[in-house]
């Protein structure tokens, strides 16, 4: 196949996922297969996965193996690259050859690729609020290695091959496991009775909420054939003005309207980084909780109309029962609507 047989969505709801496995992968995966799409994802070890149900059709093969990829992804017109080396660790060595990889399988196939973008392009003179043009002077070792990996779509797309770019902030969600909200304000499988808070009192702080943000990927995809051909969108989310706001939902809707922020172990993660790689990446993030940065939607909404946002205590609450850290049956015991009957409403510009 080549870049002049037409691969449009219109004809063609067929799409490979990347990190099917992940957060933003699986989220997508499931809402794509929803809209009736043929979802189809790549995984070194597809027998050891125990939930099946983000993909129809479950390949073995691995993402910096080009030629796995460009299998998987022929006859497909969107791949969802959403793979990133777990816990921050060996950026260096993976990200730029899984884009490189996922660039030549789109070349191939005429697909457009979908990438979950990250703040980290971003240094503090774009702060505090960013919009798709900012300039991208990242100050970390991982902001540098995502801005070449976005250098290289809009290469490619100068060439032909499509790309779409949705950035937001820290992700949380039912299904995600590696991320800030689950790995550092709440424990999986325990009960909330205190929220280490990472960032510094007063300072705001941007979240996304997975399923929200899957939602925004599939509108914008439904109108694939009125976007450029390297196109970026910023979303809202979650605006935590304070860095109180989340800490305070996560009360409420465990029954602990009391509950504050507790202090964050920095200091531990400083004495252990010369020993574990996994701190001394999450250190060099640290800025990100020092200094209010917000993306701007207002891109989003002038395309879209709105952006989905799901109400962040109906949010919160669904990410609780998903890591198991509240039982489903409270979401009765506190009056908030099960998110299991719960409709997206739209967020017109909110302040």
């Known amino acids: 196949m080549n870049l002049q047989i037409s691969n449009t969505i219109e004809n063609n709801k067929q799409a490979l996922v990347l990190g099917a496995t992940g957060g933003i992968g699986s989220e997508v995966a499931r809402l794509l297969m929803k809209r009736g799409w043929q979802v189809t994802t790549l995984h070194r070890h597809p027998g050891q996965v125990k939930d099946k149900t983000a993909a129809h059709i479950w390949l073995t093969g691995d993402v910096m193996v080009k030629e796995d990829v460009m299998r998987a992804a022929a006859g497909k017109s ?22 490189d990889n996922t660039i030549a399988a789109a070349k191939a196939s005429g697909a457009r690729i979908l990438l979950p973008g990250t703040v980290y392009n971003f240094g503090p003179d774009a702060f505090p609020l960013i919009a798709e043009n900012a300039s991208q002077f990242p100050i970390s070792k991982k902001g540098k290695i995502r801005v070449e990996l976005e250098h290289r779509l809009r290469l490619a797309a100068s060439k032909g091959v499509k790309s779409l770019i949705v950035r937001s902030g820290d992700f949380f969600g039912p299904k995600a496991a590696n991320n800030w909200f689950s790995q550092g304000l709440v424990t999986p499988g325990k009960a909330v009775s205190a929220v280490p808070y990472p960032g510094s009192a007063g300072i705001g702080h941007q979240w996304a909420y997975l399923p929200d943000v899957a939602e925004t990927m599939v509108r914008l995809l439904d109108r694939e054939n009125e976007l450029d051909n390297f196109a970026r969108f910023h979303m809202e989310g979650h605006w935590d003005h304070d860095g109180q706001q989340m800490v305070a939902a996560i009360g409420r809707v465990t029954g602990q309207p009391a509950l504050k922020a507790s202090w964050f172990p920095w200091p531990l993660f400083y004495l252990l980084a010369p020993f574990q790689q996994t701190f001394k990446e999450m250190l060099e993030m640290r800025y990100l909780w020092r200094t209010p940065v917000k993306l701007s939607n207002q891109a989003l909404l002038d395309f879209l109309g709105e952006e989905p946002h799901t109400p962040l205590d109906i949010a919160v609450r669904s990410s609780l029962v998903g890591l198991a850290c509240m039982k489903r049956d409270e979401f009765y015991e506190s009056g908030i609507p099960d998110t299991r009957n719960y409709s997206i409403t739209p967020n017109h510009n909110r302040a």
């Not at 921050?88 to 050859?97: F, I, T």
């Open 78 to 99: 969107i791949i969802v690259h959403a793979v990133n080396p777990p816990g921050y660790r060996d950026w260096e060595k993976l990200v730029l050859p899984m884009m």
